[in-house]
Structures are given as C-alpha cells and as structure tokens.
C-alpha cells in the first residue's frame, strides 16, 4: 500500500476524517460544502451515539466520507494518530475501498503514514481458503501531508512489515542458513555490505556459545555481519553496533521445553529479524552515522549432538560459563556477538532479544524490559519510545547481591541465575561481554515481539516491536 501527499480534495474522492473528540472544524475547513452536509453528518452521529472515542468511526454514504475519532484532545498522542490510522486502512480494507483521502492534523503526518500501512498487515500467504475474499487497499492519501515525513513513516512501516513477515515464516522454512541467505540478498539489494560466515569460521573464531548451542540441530549456525557506511564521510561519524538475538527456533534443547511453551518459539529469532529490517530501512535513509548489524543464528534443538546441562563454554573473549539449563540459550549465542561486536569499536552498541520469559512476567506483554550502562542512553531510548509508542521500561543493572545468582563453583559464570530476578540476571550475563568503555543498552522484547491477540496496531503474529524506536535512535544520533 502505498501512502502519499496530495494538494487537493476531489470531488469524487473517498474522505476520511480524523478529527478530536467530536468536533466537526476539520470537515468545515475543508469541505466546501460543508454547510449543507452538518445537518446530515450531525443525524448520522446522533443515530450511532458517536462519543467521540478514540477509534470510534462514523460513515456518511452519500457523499461517502467517513469520521474517526482520536478521543479527547489532551488525551492525544503521536501514538493515538498511529492507532486511529490503522483502524482506517483496516476499515477501507474491509469495505473494499481501494483509493482514499486522509483529512488529518499533518503534522503527524509520519505516524499516519505508519498506522495506515500497519493497519492492513496480515500474513495471509499461506491461507488459501480465503484468497477471493480479500482484498487490497491500493494507496491512501494525505492531504497536505509533509512529503519528508510520509517518506520516513513509508520506509519505517515497511522496515517493520519486513520483520513481521520474517518472524512468521515457521522454523521449517527459516533455519540459520535460509535467514543468513534473505538477509544477504535483501541487504545487499540496497547496497550494504554482508558477511555470512559458517560454523568453521564460528569455530575458528572461538565463539564457542554460538556453537554449542547450534550444534544440535540439522542445520548449523550463522554468524551475519552487516554495514552501513555514510557516502559523505567528511568528519568521523559514530558508530553504532544492533545485535539481534537469531534463534530461528527454540524447542529449549536438552531441558526440552513444554508443549504450551515451546508453541510460538519462532519468534526467538525476532531480534534477528528487526536487525535486518533496520539495516535495510538505514540504508534508504541514508543517515551520518556507520551502523553495523550482528545476528547469531542459530537452532536450539535436541539431539545426541546437543550441548548439555553442566558443559561449561570457553567464549571468544576468554569468560566461561558454566551450562545449567540449556533453553537460557539466547545468552550464551549473544555473549560472542556481544563480544565480537564490541571488538570493532563501536560507541554504542544496542542489542534486541526474546530472551527471558521473567520479563514478561514482570512487565506484561505490551512492554519491553531495558537494560544500560548508561544512563543518558537509557532516557534517550525512553524518550523516543514515548514518541515511537513502543513501550519500554528500565530495570536495574546495579544489584550486586542479584549478580553474585549467575555465579559458578566451576567456571566464571553460570547461564541462569535462578527464578528471581530472571530478566536482570539474564541481563547480567550479557554485561560481562561488553568491553569496557562501550555504551550499552539491552532491549528484552520476549513480550511485545510477537502477539496471539490483536491489539492496537498489530495482528496476530510477529510484531517488529523495536524497530521504529532504533531507526528514530539512529536517525537522532549526531
Ligand atoms: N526464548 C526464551 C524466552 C521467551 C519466553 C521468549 C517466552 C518469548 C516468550 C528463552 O530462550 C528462554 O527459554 N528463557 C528461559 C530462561 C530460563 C531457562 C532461565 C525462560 O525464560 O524460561
Ligand atoms: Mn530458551
Ligand atoms: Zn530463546
């Protein structure tokens, strides 16, 4: 779907409106007419009992123009905009509108843009049963939109649809190897430079963790390194390292998981996949900045080739860890992709992981866990997501008595670090492998990455929770 500006209403075009609470001002700015329609629009309200609630909508059939309301105004948010636009596309896409005019406060013209491309989000490709039914929304307009903005919002919906679609092909299509191959054909089409290396390479390179954990599946591990270099590199740009967490599957391994909890494990490589999408979406936009993408992929299957309870893993950086439980695996991949992407120096490096189901616990579904060694990075993240409606909210790093949990009697640390505490510990054990100096912040997206509920902007499925507050990070960095 595509969303552009435009000038000018016409007469025939299909109009919705986004108006506060109630009020009619936008369609008497706008329509000329407007007179002789107020008597029609106000019946049509009084006969729905439009509130003026966020969401609400009402449709006008001749002319055909809808209203939807964005609530009450002190209540309205960048967010509310995002929201109440994807009730319209998905509403247009309902009622078999193809092409539509948007009437709306355009200086949220970014947010529009990407509620309305997220509205019809649907991973339909392998229904076949309903295929006649559906139906396209061919292109929305804005009028008077900021051409910049719906640029930004265009590329920044895209980059999460391309991680939705990802994070929902199941484990039988995307493994290590066919995730390493779209991000290197997708990456390189628009011209970023892409390392796929294999498990010879992973093990000559010592990153054992990566290795352990991928040795028990059919199909090996990963390591993928992708860059983006700013063309004019006048005075030294920052760098900026996204590592994200690429279980492809994860069945829990040895300590197999539970059928409830091992149903949807697909999303383990949901890091992974935002990683990509940003990586893409970064070199459209064209930002000073270099940015570099880590992903370890890997499968956590059982096997007689499987790590174990009780292995203990020499890292590349020289740490070992003792094996405890076999499905805290996403931090023992992360810890030599932390490790290695702390090597090229970078300023900041920003990590997104499904990694603890305590996160979820402690914070609810909708919010992401997070984590930093610094605290101006950590309200920088906070503000943008505020703007972005990505929920996050911070957790300590700072409690010793919590850290002395991840010990082990035979190595430098152990994988978990009991029930308690189980995001920050988990946390914790990331933290021992970013090199000293480097800015760190930890994303524990295993809630809002994939939803088995419709909710705001967002089907059933993959969610890309995390990509648009690291693309606005991104684009803000100076
Ligand atoms: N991938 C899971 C975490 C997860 C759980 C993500 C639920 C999304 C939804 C992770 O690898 C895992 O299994 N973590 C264990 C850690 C435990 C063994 C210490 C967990 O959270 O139960
Ligand atoms: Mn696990
Ligand atoms: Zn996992």
């Known amino acids: 779907m595509l969303v552009n500006p435009v000038k000018n209403l016409k007469e025939d075009d299909v109009k919705i409106f986004l108006v506060e609470g109630t009020s009619l001002k936008l369609l008497e700015d706008t329509l000329k007419d407007f007179k002789s329609l107020k008597p029609k629009v106000e019946k049509v309200m009084e006969i729905e009992k439009f509130k003026g609630k966020k969401g609400e909508s009402i449709k006008l059939i001749d002319p055909l123009l809808y209203i939807f309301s964005l609530g009450e105004s002190e209540k309205i948010t960048e967010d509310a905009y995002r929201e109440v636009a994807a009730k319209v596309s998905a509403r247009l896409k309902k009622d078999k509108i193809g092409k539509a005019v948007v009437i709306a406060d355009t200086k949220y013209s970014k947010a529009i843009t990407e509620g309305l491309m997220l509205g019809v989000y649907d991973f339909d490709k ?3 049963k309903d295929k006649e039914d559906r139906f396209d929304v061919e292109a929305i307009n804005i009028l008077n939109g900021n051409q910049k903005d719906i640029k930004l919002g265009s590329i920044t919906a895209d980059a999460q649809i391309f991680s939705r679609n990802l994070v929902n092909e199941p484990g039988c299509v995307i493994n290590p190897i066919t995730l390493a191959n779209i991000a290197k054909e997708e990456c390189e089409k628009v011209g970023l430079e892409v390392h796929v290396y294999d498990e010879k390479w992973i093990q000559e390179q010592g990153m054992n ?4 954990v991928g040795k028990g599946s059919e199909t090996p591990p990963r390591f993928i390194h992708i860059i983006y270099k700013p063309k004019k590199n006048k005075k030294k740009s920052k760098k900026i390292a996204i590592v994200g967490k690429g279980l492809t599957f994860d069945s829990g391994g040895l300590n ?8 949807t494990m697909k999303l383990d490589k949901s890091g992974a996949c935002n990683t990509i999408a940003i990586m893409r979406a970064i070199a459209k936009l ?15 299957m059982p096997d007689g080739k499987a ?9 590349r950086n020289g740490k070992t860890a003792e094996i405890d439980n076999t499905d805290a695996e996403g931090r023992v991949t992360l810890a ?8 090229q120096n970078p300023d900041v490096i920003i990590d997104m992981a499904t990694l603890t189901g305590a996160c979820v616990v402690a914070l609810g579904e909708f919010t992401a866990g997070l984590f ?8 920088t993240l906070l503000n943008i997501s505020k703007i972005t409606g990505e929920r996050l909210w911070q957790l300590p790093l700072d409690d010793e008595n919590l850290r002395e949990k991840i010990k082990s009697p035979v190595a430098d640390i152990k994988n978990t670090g009991g029930r308690y505490g189980g995001a920050i510990t988990a946390a914790m054990f990331l933290q021992e492998f970013i090199a000293d100096g480097i800015k760190w912040a ?7 990455a994939f939803t088995e509920k419709e909710y705001k902007y967002y089907s059933k499925g993959g969610t890309g929770f995390g990509v648009r507050t690291l693309i606005d990070y991104i684009l803000n960095t100076k």
């Not at 963790?209 to 352990?212: N, R």
């Open 372 to 379: 930093a060694n610094d605290q101006t990075l950590a309200d």
């Open 209 to 212: 963790g990566l290795w352990m």
């Open 256 to 263: 197999i998981k539970t059928g409830d909890y091992m149903r």
């Open 442 to 448: 930890h994303l524990d997206i295993a809630g809002p």
């Open 286 to 300: 064209e930002p000073d900045v270099e940015v570099h993408g880590f992903i370890g992929a890997a499968e956590n």
């Open 126 to 128: 392998y229904r076949t």
């Open 336 to 343: 030599d992709v932390l490790s290695y992407a702390s090597e």
């Open 307 to 315: 790590y174990r309870p009780d292995d203990i893993i020499v890292f």
